[in-house]
């Protein structure tokens, strides 16, 4: 069952939608303004890969994780 990715011609929303069967393509309304002019969108393909490609390691976050935005709490 392929995701799908569509955008609304009238408010602009993106949203993405598990279509069982093309049947249902018919049905879909946007989440934001429940109309139905949308756009199917191309989607990008997407693979994990089997280990990080970093030349250093990210500094840890005080909550833990790494740390999204590196120096911006002051932590480097």
């Not at 303004?33 to 005080?62: D, I, K, N, Y």
């Amino acid at each position: 069952m392929p995701i799908y990715e569509y955008r609304c011609q009238d408010c602009g929303a993106r949203f993405e939608k598990l279509v069982r069967n093309q049947s249902e393509q018919p049905e879909l309304v946007c989440p934001e303004c429940g109309r139905r002019h949308l756009t199917l969108e191309l989607s990008v393909f997407a693979a994990p890969r089997s280990s990080p490609a970093r030349s250093s390691p990210q500094p840890m976050c005080p909550a833990g994780g790494p740390c999204p935005t590196p120096g911006a709490c002051g932590l480097r």
